[in-house]
């Protein structure tokens, strides 16, 4: 286990440094002039010159490569090209709005998906749960632009129970009103991404009954539902558990849109933002800390699954 | 194959027609699954509205009317007039184009990119295999938006750079999904049996372990063109998908979005059009699946 734990670190730091180099290299071949841009329309050439030295981008790729990858080890991403501000700083502030975001939709994903998906299984012959497999399917294909929309024309505009939009000025001061602008998004989010995990975990529940050993233990005088859960579930658990590892990415992406159409001054937005303004340094920063958190818990629930899952540590 | 080699035959006159051959089961079973119903009707309608698009629309779906902004649905206009006063039903059979093509175009990348990746993670040394599997883990996690984000900026918005990122993206995808499967066919009795009866690595790929990791495959498949219409949506939305002469229902909806407050309505049609041609492709691949794969026919032998 300690020498899969120790290949696993390794790994980890290599996907983080293919990520970054895919990151920098690719931001790198876009077309576009920061310096232009930060010198306006009205910038001379000797100006826009004189931004470029100043900005570094004069200095070879690889040696910027190397630059910013060794400030990423001391935790620094660099300073945002337009605003001169550095970018840890700005994505800490950011990251306020953004994670409690996800977690609480991934906490109402979670609370969604679990219990309702099993219960469609169990009772998939059952009208209760074909309503529940039905539903699960509709939601799953709801866009989330449209899903947010609906919220907030039932939430806001019509109940006026929660705000259509914004985050209070001065942060969590009032963690009430914080909450109460998060909740709709988080909603948006929780919804359609528990919907999605419901069919997996109905699919590898149905998965667990067809299997020979809940079969056998049926027959050696267990309840069907008996075996199923003693000896099905870890099995559930265990195809949810690396599932989950997708599901961080849809969380991000979602908080990316919902941010957009609740104009929450989260990461998304930032990253939005800064994609038009084409500040590389903060974009790269931003791009690289989702890929990094989505690497990060990929790692761990590997961990994790290995130590669920006998087969996998007898194997390699 | 209903393209028999005609000379194994010989005593069959080839112009004659063959009897016809008996429905494999699985056909009975897919045409009787309600969700594969469902799918094929909405994917045939789908179908019928893009072709029907290119030959005649109530109104032109281009055309702005400031005389008839925001009309309710009436016989005149079925669905109703949006903000610039285009008919909304003209403009969403217009908009089914793009849907058609991002979900094609999508599931075309991500099938090519998958099989490679297979083909890749079965079939080469082991240090190799290895290094496949830890640049997919690398890969997979890049959100496909993300992608989508990073391309749209080299080469601005467009509906290719949500082809190529989903496509790509749900290619990664499937090489992830199918690795267990791959890895656990590989060492089966009967895979090794075949390579000790001599028998090469592509034809194990293709007897062996493409067959077990097809069901994977094709629902992933039909899962990627859901995706890949949802991620025109947001795309769309964002200002990285369709332009702004190509009518999609990405596109209406990031439209209508500023009008939620005052006329609700509007915004229903495009959205509904998206989630049941999602829905569609959804239940789709979930059927084939239910079809395809033997453990969960088995199923039905033990009830909860």
Redesign the interface.
């Known amino acids: 286990m300690i020498r899969f734990l120790l290949t696993r670190v390794v790994?980890l730091a290599?996907?983080l440094l293919?990520?970054s180099a895919?990151?920098f290299f690719?931001?790198r071949?876009?077309?576009?002039d920061v310096a232009q841009i930060i010198a306006g329309t009205q910038g001379s050439p000797e100006q826009v010159a004189a931004i470029r030295e100043q900005l570094g981008l004069n200095v070879p790729l690889p040696l910027q490569y190397l630059d910013w990858v060794g400030g990423i080890v001391r935790g620094d991403l660099g300073t945002s090209l337009v605003t001169g501000t550095p970018v840890v700083e700005e994505l800490t502030e950011k990251a306020t709005v953004t994670v409690p975001l996800a977690l609480l939709a991934l906490v109402i994903a979670l609370l969604v998906s679990v219990p309702f998906g099993v219960l469609a299984?169990?009772r998939r012959?059952t009208a209760t749960g074909t309503a529940f497999a039905v539903t699960a399917?509709?939601l799953?294909?709801?866009?989330?632009?449209?899903a947010g929309?609906?919220l907030?024309?039932v939430f806001a505009?019509w109940l006026g129970w929660l705000p259509?939009q914004g985050f209070p000025r001065d942060g969590w001061e009032d963690p009430g009103d914080a909450i109460r602008s998060l909740l709709l998004p988080a909603l948006t989010i929780g919804v359609v991404e528990g919907a999605v995990l419901l069919r997996f975990v109905r699919s590898a529940t149905?998965?667990a009954?067809?299997?020979d050993y809940?079969?056998t233990a049926?027959a050696s005088g267990l309840t069907?539902?008996r075996a199923?859960l003693t000896h099905g579930l870890p099995n559930v658990a265990l195809s949810v558990v690396s599932v989950l590892a997708?599901q961080v990415?849809?969380l991000?992406?979602g908080a990316?849109?919902v941010e957009?159409?609740f104009t929450l001054p989260g990461v998304g937005r930032l990253?939005?933002t800064n994609?038009g303004n084409?500040d590389l340094e903060m974009?790269q920063g931003a791009?690289f800390v989702?890929?990094a958190i989505?690497?990060v818990i990929?790692a761990l629930i590997d961990v994790l699954a290995r130590a669920l899952d006998p087969r996998q540590r007898e194997?390699t | 194959m209903s393209t028999q080699n005609p000379t194994r035959n010989p005593t069959r006159n080839p112009t004659r027609r063959r009897p016809r051959r008996p429905r494999p089961r699985w056909f009975a079973a897919f045409v009787r699954h309600p969700s594969a119903l469902y799918g094929s009707v909405v994917i045939v309608l789908l179908l019928a509205a893009a072709g029907l698009s290119y030959v005649w629309t109530p109104y032109d779906p281009q055309r702005a009317n400031p005389y008839d902004q925001w009309f309710g649905p009436s016989f005149e206009h079925l669905l109703g007039t949006d903000n610039i006063g285009r008919d909304i039903f003209s403009v969403l059979l217009v908009g089914a184009r793009v849907t058609v093509g991002v979900a094609l175009g999508s599931a075309l990348v991500a099938a090519i990119v998958g099989i490679a990746l297979a083909a890749l993670g079965a079939l080469t040394a082991r240090w190799v295999r290895e290094g496949v599997a830890?640049?997919v883990?690398?890969l997979?996690?890049?959100?496909?938006?993300?992608i989508a984000?990073?391309l749209?900026?080299?080469f601005g918005g467009s509906l290719l750079v949500v082809v190529l990122a989903v496509g790509f993206s749900f290619g990664v995808?499937i090489g992830r999904v199918s690795r267990p499967e791959l890895?656990r066919v590989r060492r089966a009795d009967y895979v090794l049996a075949g390579r000790a009866a001599g028998r090469g690595p592509i034809r194990n790929l293709t007897t062996h372990l493409l067959p077990n990791v097809a069901p994977v495959f094709i629902v992933q498949l039909s899962w990627a063109m859901?995706v890949a219409i949802?991620a025109e949506?947001?795309l769309s939305?964002?200002g990285y998908g369709a332009p702004s002469n190509t009518p999609s229902w990405?596109r209406m909806?990031?439209e209508l979005?500023s009008y939620?407050?005052i006329h609700?309505w509007s915004?229903l049609w495009?959205?509904l059009a998206?989630?049941?041609?999602?829905?569609a492709f959804?239940?789709l691949g979930?059927a084939i699946r239910d079809v395809t794969d033997p453990?969960?026919t088995?199923?039905p032998?033990?009830?909860?």
């Open positions: 790994l290599i996907g293919i990520a895919l990151i690719t931001l071949v876009l077309p576009g299984a169990l012959t399917q509709a799953a294909a709801v866009p989330v632009v449209w929309m609906i907030v024309i505009v259509p149905l998965e009954i067809g299997q809940v079969r049926a069907r539902r199923l997708l990415a849809g991000l992406v990316v849109i957009q159409l990253l939005v994609v084409r974009v791009v989702f890929t989505v690497l990929g194997a | 830890v640049l883990d690398v997979i996690a890049f959100p496909t938006l993300l984000m990073m749209a900026s080299a995808n890895r859901a949802l949506a947001g939305y964002l990405g909806l990031a979005q939620i407050g609700p915004v495009p959205g998206i989630t049941l041609t999602v829905l959804n239940l979930d453990r969960l088995r199923a032998l033990v009830t909860a």
